[in-house]
Every structure is written in C-alpha cells, then in structure tokens.
C-alpha cells in the first residue's frame, strides 16, 4: 500500500519546528529531508525516523521496525501532536547523521 500525499503533507506541517523540511517520492513511499539531509520515510501511512544513539536515548524506549522488506530497524514515530518535541528528537537526530557525499562528476 502506498503511502497518501496527504498524510505527508501533515506530517511534514508538524515537523516544521525542527528546520526546512522537504519530501521526495521514492518507490512508492516518501523519503523525508531535513536541511538537505535524508532523516526518515514514510512508507505505508507510517514515520521511519533513521536510526541512531541520540534518538534511542530520546525515545527512551522506541518502537522499532523495517520500513519496507529486506530493510533495518528504524524507529516508528506515531504522535505529532507535540511539536517541540518532534523538533528536539529531528534536530538531534539530524546532527548525528552525516551530510551525503557529494556526487562524482
């Protein structure tokens, strides 16, 4: 099942706090950017967030969960309701991820 543009739509409305958010389809999904760095998907009406130390340790206890067959564990977000939050735990996740390599010419 695909994932509606208008859950994306939300979701990204309410992760505004944290920084430019930005979404680009991909496969049937939705991979979500923060500030030009890839931070999660949206697969199924559903919020992968990457993986990482910080964002485990903000969670506390994260539900986790492969966003598609074959893939990792990532952790599933489901409230959205609290804005600060969601920007505290992307803002810190982001800082942990690495910026892309730039691609060969």
């Known amino acids: 099942m695909a994932s509606g543009v208008e859950f994306v739509d939300y979701?990204?409305?309410?992760?505004?706090?944290?920084?430019?958010?930005?979404?680009?389809?991909?496969?049937?999904?939705?991979?979500?950017?923060?500030?030009?760095?890839?931070?999660?998907?949206?697969?199924?009406?559903q919020f992968f967030l990457k993986p990482t130390a910080v964002g485990k340790q903000i969670l506390v206890a994260p539900t986790e969960e492969p966003p598609f067959h074959g893939a990792k564990d990532w952790y599933i977000i489901e409230d959205f309701d609290d804005r600060d939050f969601l920007a505290h735990l992307l803002t810190a996740t982001w800082e942990a991820l690495p910026f892309p390599k730039p691609k060969k010419k």
Request: charged content about 25%; glycine content about 12%.
């Open 11 to 45: 979701v990204c409305e309410q992760l505004a706090n944290a920084g430019e958010i930005t979404y680009r389809r991909m496969f049937g999904s939705y991979g979500i950017y923060m500030d030009g760095k890839f931070i999660a998907l949206i697969c199924d009406d």
